[in-house]
């Protein structure tokens, strides 16, 4: 993790093209995860993370687009996935459980927030 992500990175700070690429994966990551999610009727689930499928996708188009909405788009994204992560934790059962969502949260969940609001706060697109 570099200082930029820890510390706020300055304005003339741009990412990678490789970190431009991080919402639209994440999103069809989740695809699976959705369609499992739906398998068990887990509907409360599916829907927030039909919403993290939702803005992440529309952060990606955004970052592309250099616009000033990413700044929002990635603020929301941050606030959903920190959100996903607490709700996953407090919620989880002993054991295993609790260790899979601090697991998830502290390796996938807030680590992606982070760089949603880089990429937010940067309006960086990857050249094509």
Partial sequence: MSTALAFGAPASYVPSARLARVPLVAAVALVPWL???A???ETPWVVLDLAEFSVLLWLDAL???RSAGAAWVGTAAA???AGDALVDVAFAGPGHE???AL???GCV???LAAVCVLLGRTGFTASA
């Fill in 103 to 105: 697991a998830m949260a």
């Fill in 35 to 37: 369609l499992m999610l």
């Fill in 79 to 81: 606030l959903l996935l």
């Fill in 109 to 111: 969940e807030l680590p």
């Fill in 63 to 65: 970052v592309r687009r």
């Fill in 39 to 41: 398998a068990r009727h």
């Fill in 98 to 100: 609790v260790l899979a």
